[in-house]
T-cell receptor
Framework: DTGVSQDPRHKITKRGQNVTFRCDPI?????LYWYRQTLGQGPEFLTY????????KSRLLSDRFSAERPKGSFSTLEIQRTEQGDSAMYLC???????????FGPGTRLTVL | GESVGLHLPTLSVQEGDNSIINCAYS??????FIWYKQESGKGPQFIID?????DKRQGQRVTVLLNKTVKHLSLQIAATQPGDSAVYFC?????????FGKGTTLSVSS
């Protein structure tokens, strides 16, 4: 157990609906990352935060995606107007400033019908 | 584009055998290379990392080898156990994120 938690663990939604996921890293994680993982593939970087500041966004993060980390602790990832192609595992990870020591949460598996 | 990839999608071994999982990378500028283990329904779990200025690092039952000449990374697991069955990913640090390869599924039979 890495101490990083994510909620919900599973989400099934209909196309066009909005969904929001939450990540709670451990308190020492000043950096927080979101990744997306599709079946059979490795995780792909979406965005990252240094404390509450969102410092980088991947080109994978379309304008339907928004992430926040308002107090520099937990983070939310919202997907608006979901599409079937959004079906994936959404992973959150945290570190204390050393990328080689990133620890992942269990992920939220999203299924868009 | 540049990516981190693995040579074989699957590897099957007998319990007690040694396992070797391979990875080829293309970006010479990465500072660290990391191996993760991912069990079904779980997030990736850190196994071991190696800094780019090293060529070998050992952990508990695991050894990572880095050959910068041919841009090759390997994970050796000694005395493989059924609990080692999982998907293994190599990853490299690049900029502000980890870049992952596609993964090798290790199956250990008793």
């Amino acid at each position: 157990d890495t101490g990083v938690s994510q909620d919900p663990r599973h989400k099934i939604t209909k196309r066009g609906q909005n969904v929001t996921f939450r990540c709670d890293p451990i308190s020492e994680h000043n950096r927080l990352y979101w990744y997306r993982q599709t079946l059979g593939q490795g995780p792909e970087f979406l965005t990252y935060f240094q404390n509450e500041a969102q410092l980088e966004k991947s080109r994978l993060l379309s304008d339907r995606f928004s992430a926040e980390r308002p107090k520099g602790s937990f983070s939310t990832l919202e997907i608006q107007r979901t599409e079937q192609g959004d079906s994936a595992m959404y992973l959150c990870a945290g570190d204390r400033g050393r990328m080689n020591e990133q620890f992942f949460g269990p992920g939220t598996r999203l299924t868009v019908l | 584009g540049e990516s981190v990839g693995l040579h074989l999608p699957t590897l099957s071994v007998q319990e007690g055998d040694n396992s070797i999982i391979n990875c080829a990378y293309s970006n010479s500028a990465s500072d660290y290379f990391i191996w993760y283990k991912q069990e079904s329904g779980k997030g990736p779990q850190f196994i071991i990392d190696i800094r780019s200025n090293m060529d070998k690092r050992q952990g508990q039952r695991v050894t990572v080898l880095l050959n910068k000449t041919v841009k090759h990374l390997s994970l050796q697991i000694a005395a493989t156990q059924p609990g080692d069955s999982a998907v293994y990913f190599c990853a490299e640090t690049r900029g502000t994120a980890l870049i992952f390869g596609k993964g090798t599924t290790l199956s250990v039979s008793s």
